[in-house]
């Protein structure tokens, strides 16, 4: 009887380490997938090449922002921009307002990298942190304003530091890893869908 208990608990360990083993590769496959989709945003979203937003991605991970919240962010401020252009063509904006430069030297408005730059740098040199706030809330939405702020006023000096340690820690992707990964996603997509007509082939017959 022992040895039938025995040989019954080796049983469920080896079942249980390959159920561990096949999880823990879905969950790799997974975070690969997530990762290679943020880079791929913030790729199109700042203009970046696949090094640099993969860069932009770990200072956001570092200061405990969602790539989905930075994106939302983003896309409150190119709304503001687009419902202020009249205001702005016054110099009667929110970003008049708070002093930030939104047009370039010709009058066009500046890209999204380029208005990060200068949103920093405006929100850097303002006095107090009641007033930070306050311009958050106004550019960004309230809720959102404040998750930016860790981003809005580190300095560019910590900003390279966090760089350099997501190049030490292996999360810089060159452009043939983002081209890889991209495919991967695609691969998969593809895997998934052949998954659902298997299934679906499987109900027919049911």
Known sequence: ????LDGLKRSVLGVASV???AFAFREIIATTQKLGREVDTLTDQLDLAPRAASQFLAV???????ATEFTRAMG????NIIEDV???????SAFDKWGITIRDSGGAILSTENLLINLRKRFQEMPSAVVRANAAAEIFGERVGRRMLDLLTSSDDAMRGWMRTAEDL???LDEVTAREMDQLNKDLGELGLAFDGLKLAIGKEL
Do not use: Y
């Not at 009249?86 to 009667?92: A, G, I, M, T």
């Open 86 to 92: 009249q205001l702005v063509d016054r110099s009667k």
């Open 19 to 21: 159920l561990a083993s």
């Open 1 to 4: 009887l022992n040895s039938q």
């Open 60 to 66: 956001l991970k570092i200061l405990g922002i969602e």
């Open 170 to 172: 292996g999360v810089v």
């Open 76 to 79: 409150r401020l190119n709304l």
